[in-house]
């Protein structure tokens, strides 16, 4: 897949981030007064579980990108620990006596954090992913595909519909993804790549990884 193969071919921007978190956030809101202890989707983490994950994942990638010379071979080496066995391993916790509207707080800021540093970090800037080193944009469309799938997790488990904009799929699919399709509906491809859904003439996948070098 390439930029000039899809009518949604340009890059992946810091409002991209932003709009994705936003759009999170504003969804999930609406069920602040559920019980976010349930499943989410085909996770083995709770609701409440995936949104920390998630928020600790766009925290990371800002976090990647933060240092004069940031790493091209290691994380930065915060300390990250897991609060039950097979719990996601976090620096970011939210307050539980804040309530799932402190934890959309958390989630919202770790939003803001990755989207200054996807709009201020000089173009050539590199930093270390387990899945390539990459550049700021690279890291946004990691925080909008976590943020996009992570949020259907969650959606799923608390019975919400979420549907998000198929330009904003379509983007990190083509920074991200480039053996996935281009034509179809690009976030049923999303959840396909994802390995969340299937995808006519495609074997659902078991397995599944991002490729965030720069092309």
């Known amino acids: 897949?390439?930029?000039?193969?899809?009518?949604?071919?340009?890059?992946?921007?810091?409002?991209?981030?932003?709009?994705?978190?936003?759009?999170?956030?504003?969804?999930?809101?609406?069920?602040?007064?559920?019980?976010?202890?349930?499943k989410a989707g085909?996770?083995?983490?709770?609701?409440?579980?995936?949104?920390?994950?998630?928020?600790?994942?766009?925290?990371?990638?800002?976090?990647?990108?933060?240092?004069?010379?940031?790493?091209?071979?290691?994380?930065?080496?915060?300390?990250?620990?897991?609060?039950?066995?097979?719990?996601?391993?976090?620096?970011?916790?939210a307050n539980r006596a804040a309530g799932p509207a402190g934890l959309l707080q958390v989630l919202d800021a770790s939003g803001a954090l990755l989207v200054a540093m996807v709009r201020t970090a000089p173009r050539d800037v590199r930093a270390h992913h387990v899945f390539g080193v990459?550049?700021?944009?690279g890291f946004?469309?990691?925080g909008v595909v976590e943020t996009l799938v992570h949020t259907q997790d969650i959606a799923e488990g608390l019975g919400l519909g979420w549907s998000p904009p198929g330009d904003l799929c379509a983007r990190a699919l083509v920074r991200l993804f480039p053996d996935a399709p281009v034509d179809g509906d690009s976030w049923r491809t999303l959840?396909?790549?994802?390995?969340?859904?299937?995808?006519?003439?495609?074997?659902?996948?078991?397995?599944w990884r991002w490729y965030g070098e720069v092309r």
């Not at 959840?191 to 397995?207: D, F, K, M, N, V």
């Open 42 to 93: 085909s996770l083995d983490w709770d609701c409440w579980e995936t949104a920390e994950h998630l928020a600790d994942d766009l925290f990371a990638y800002a976090a990647q990108l933060g240092p004069a010379r940031p790493p091209l071979d290691t994380d930065v080496p915060f300390d990250w620990t897991s609060r039950r066995p097979g719990g996601p391993a976090n620096v970011v916790f």
């Open 1 to 38: 897949m390439s930029r000039e193969s899809t009518p949604h071919h340009g890059p992946v921007t810091a409002d991209d981030v932003a709009h994705s978190v936003r759009l999170s956030v504003d969804t999930l809101a609406e069920a602040a007064a559920a019980d976010w202890s349930v």
């Open 134 to 137: 990459s550049d700021p944009e």
């Open 191 to 207: 959840l396909w790549a994802t390995g969340r859904g299937e995808l006519a003439g495609r074997e659902r996948l078991t397995s």
């Open 140 to 142: 946004g469309a990691m």
